[in-house]
């Protein structure tokens, strides 16, 4: 059982438009909701996290939309450059234990 | 300063041998966790430790896998008679405390011919 589902497997965006990453989880336990981005050789990196009381958290060109009654959540990056080529995974925590969805792997257009 | 390391990189072995891959993790981190990234494939969960001991060992697939953090510091995960499956990359991550952020290492690259 899935318990975070990722979409769409992979992304193509023009440099300078909006990436969009979806995921949905079932697990109402969940108390805390990361973004990572991992680039090829390298170990995943936080990108940015929300928890379940915020509707939307901004960090530069990163933003989160939460929707707690849909259980879903979502990645915006605006300005979209070809240095944010990588893949990127949704996550939601549980007892300290982080379960990833799938990934996205995101190429940007130059 | 320096982030968590693992080594070695790349591991090539032989259906059927053990393997130990070590982690060093960030210094004064008492959390320590290790995940298995099959190909296309988010990290799942293996094991963590809180100090030395291993708080949660539920993503362990079977009693061929085993790790341990005797000092409270570095971490070795131990894979007996391996099998072409074990096949992953193997990432390490550390946190200052339980519920805080976790930072990866590069991985170990595992191949099991």
């Known amino acids: 059982q899935q318990q975070v589902k990722q979409s769409p497997q992979s992304l193509i965006v023009q440099k300078g438009g909006i990436s969009i990453i979806n995921c949905a989880y079932e697990n109402t336990a969940f108390d805390y909701f990361p973004w990572y981005q991992q680039f090829p050789g390298k170990g995943p990196a936080l990108l940015i996290a929300i928890r379940p009381d915020v509707s939307e958290k901004k960090e530069g060109r990163f933003t989160i939309s939460f929707n707690k009654s849909a259980k879903q959540f979502s990645l915006h990056i605006m300005d979209s450059q070809p240095g944010d080529s990588a893949t990127y995974f949704c996550?939601?925590?549980?007892?300290?234990?982080?379960?990833f969805g799938k990934g996205t792997r995101l190429h940007i257009l130059p | 300063g320096a982030g968590v390391s693992q080594t070695p990189s790349n591991k090539v072995t032989e259906k059927g041998k053990y393997v130990e891959l070590r982690c060093d993790p960030i210094s004064g981190h008492t959390a320590l966790y290790w995940y298995r990234q099959s190909l296309g494939q988010g990290p799942e969960f293996l094991i963590y430790?809180?100090?030395?001991?291993?708080?949660?060992d539920s993503g362990l697939p079977n009693d061929r896998f085993f790790a341990v953090r005797p000092e409270g510091s570095v971490s070795t995960l131990k894979i007996q008679r391996t099998e072409r499956g074990d096949s992953a990359m193997y990432l390490c991550?550390?946190?200052?405390?339980?519920?805080?952020?976790?930072?990866f290492g590069p991985g170990t690259r595992l191949t099991v011919l």
């Open positions: 996550a939601a925590r549980k007892d300290d234990k982080i379960i």
């Open positions: 430790f809180q100090g030395t001991g291993a708080a949660d």
């Open positions: 991550a550390s946190s200052s405390a339980n519920y805080n952020e976790q930072f």
